[in-house]
């Protein structure tokens, strides 16, 4: 059953355009970094959600020389793909290349979806272990040429309501592979920070979308904080039109 509200509930975004995506790293790391010492100094942990896809994995490999308090790092995956831990597609193995085997998060720090068992059982088990933790500090999120975020896809169910579970199994994907996992909309928005890094002229009919107040799924994560877009040139000229 689809259960997207006719209208969405209403999403701060502050937009950031960078020449290159050089500089949009560069932010980007600043900005999490920044994020981890506050979250630290304040409560001791610092809870991040990784994104998956290709455009965070300069990110992630710019992280691996980050001067940071790495034992109170708690890695999150906004979403995952079905597919047994090492398989090249999971979205935990290229955050492990990129970063987390090269730093000193504990192995018990990291939580990856099990979706090797399958999208409903991991959704289940995933949302069990979510429990533990209240807000996210720190989420981090990409943009699908259709607008959708995480695995949250077009005419699917986003997860947006108060009684959503915060992991949903997801079959049909658009994007392959078919069956995933992915936070709900409701549990990515309860966040201290959220950030999109959105990279290419092939996100520009999304921008438009997103700035025309279309219902993409993007626009369904709605933070009381608002949320920040990293934008490269390419991706924001539909921001102009
Ligand atoms: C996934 C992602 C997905 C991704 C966007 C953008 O598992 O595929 O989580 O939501 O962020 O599709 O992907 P690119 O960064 O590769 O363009």
Redesign the pocket.
């Known amino acids: 059953m689809t259960r997207v509200p006719a209208a969405l509930p209403t999403q701060v975004v502050r937009w950031h355009v960078f020449p290159d995506d050089a500089s949009l790293v560069a932010n980007a790391l600043a900005r999490v970094v920044a994020a981890a010492r506050d979250a630290i100094a304040q409560h001791g942990a610092f809870d991040i959600v990784l994104?998956?896809?290709?455009?965070?994995r300069k990110l992630y490999r710019a992280l691996r020389n980050a001067d940071a308090d790495w034992p109170r790092w708690h890695v999150w995956f906004?979403?995952?793909?079905c597919a047994p831990p090492k398989d090249p597609e999971r979205?935990s193995r290229m955050a492990h290349e990129e970063w987390l085997d090269h730093v000193a998060i504990p192995a018990g720090n990291v939580h990856a979806i099990p979706a090797e068992s399958g999208a409903r059982e991991a959704a289940v088990l995933y949302a069990r272990e979510l429990r533990s933790i209240d807000a996210f500090d720190f989420v981090l999120?990409?943009?699908?040429e259709d607008g959708?975020?995480?695995?949250l896809f077009p005419g699917h169910d986003w997860g947006m309501h108060a009684d959503s579970p915060d992991a949903i199994a997801v079959f049909k994907a658009p994007?392959p592979p078919p069956e995933?996992v992915s936070l709900s909309a409701q549990r990515l928005s309860n966040a201290r920070k959220v950030l999109y890094?959105v990279?290419?002229v092939?996100?520009r009919d999304a921008i438009a979308a997103w700035k025309r107040g279309d219902a993409i799924p993007a626009a369904s994560i709605t933070p009381e904080c608002g949320v920040d877009v990293l934008l490269d040139a390419a991706a924001a000229a539909a921001a102009e039109t």
Do not use: W, Y
């Not at 959708?148 to 695995?151: E, F, L, V, Y």
């Open positions: 994104a998956g896809g290709h455009t965070p906004g979403d995952e793909r979205n999120l990409g943009l699908g959708h975020t995480a695995s994007k995933r890094l990279e290419g092939g996100k």
